[in-house]
């Protein structure tokens, strides 16, 4: 007798079992599709909701701040054997430069895992035109530094970027408030003595109410000057590559240069807590998802077992060993889960293009190629895992009992 060792009878067997009970075999991999579609879909959609949230809450922010550490009262100590009770309000802070931030800047540029370093001044003011008077942040830049911390280019609504010579930037917003245009001036008042009539050479809108309210960008030597801070920055901007790492960043920053390191990822922890909590119940979707496509092809391959007693006993007779069972059935289970992957990417392919051509437009939704790759790789792997228990059963099945199976 024969005994069917190669590995492509196995494959033969196992494909001819899935036709015979096409029906079966069709109901379970449309059973797969719909899981790995809605996997697909949903994971795609998060993802997309979490890069649109994240790149809108840091297109307008560094990823890392430093700041000149809090001025703190200092206490005498008390001399030996004394009991001293301190009652100490918090100091007052005042608007202050960091020191040597010139060499601080050099430092930074060289340092490895930061994009970009940009010095920055910036304080409070009011702004005058006529019987208007509004209050304001003066933000002092380094054009050519700063735009890559926040590309400016891409939010101008009028005019052109450039500040210097008396020139400013200021909000979509404020300049309704004002009632002012392009090409207009105005009055900045930072206090008693300090003030200058500029120009406003362009208006941003950066899509944050707040920074469209009340942001002045102007040249960091003219900042200097009207915050009478001259030659002083109050705010190192970096910015990262990876920004999750921006806290282990922060961190690193902090004991080499000594100043306050605040990531965006500790002044947002609510939008974190957030990501996470949709990561989550992402996750937990794949899960039960995933859980529910393996009993399903669990079952089908159960009743295969089943009805193809007989058939087993058979192989079983005629040389085939019970390794050689088992694998026709984790091939089965191969199968349905591959077969049903692709057609549920598909029509994936087919939900995101809906959403992104008919939807409401707040954001693009991709399908990364890895997202792909993983769903197809786990509804096969669930298939094979599903396919476990049937096929045990059956590779243990006695040859005459299971003849004799009617």
Known sequence: MVRPKRLWTEWTLAIGFLREGRTQ???????????????????????????NTIERTLGTQAHIRLLAPEEVNRVHPASPGTLQLVLEDKRPQRLRSINNWQEITATLDQLPGLSAVSPVVSGPAFVRRGEALESVALVGIDAERYQRIIPLDDYMVAGELRVGADDVLIGARLAEDLGVGQGQKLRLESGEQNGAVVNISGIFELGVRELDERYVYMDLKQAQSLLDLPGGVTVIDLTVPDIFTADQVADRVQRL??????????????????LTAQSLSTNMIIVFVAISVAFGIASVLSVSVVQRTREIGILRATGATRAQILRVFLIQGAVLGMLGSVMGIAASYGLVWVFNTFGPGLFYIPVPPGLVAATLLLATLTGVLAAAVPSRRAARLDPVEAIRYV
Request: overall charge negative; cysteine-free; aromatic content about 4%.
């Open 25 to 51: 075999s069709l109901m379970i991999a449309i059973g797969v599709a719909v899981g790995v579609a809605v996997i697909v879909f949903i994971t795609a959609l998060i993802q997309g909701l979490q890069s």
């Open 257 to 274: 240069i000594g100043l306050d390191a605040q990531s965006w990822i500790e002044t947002n922890a609510q939008l974190m807590n957030a």
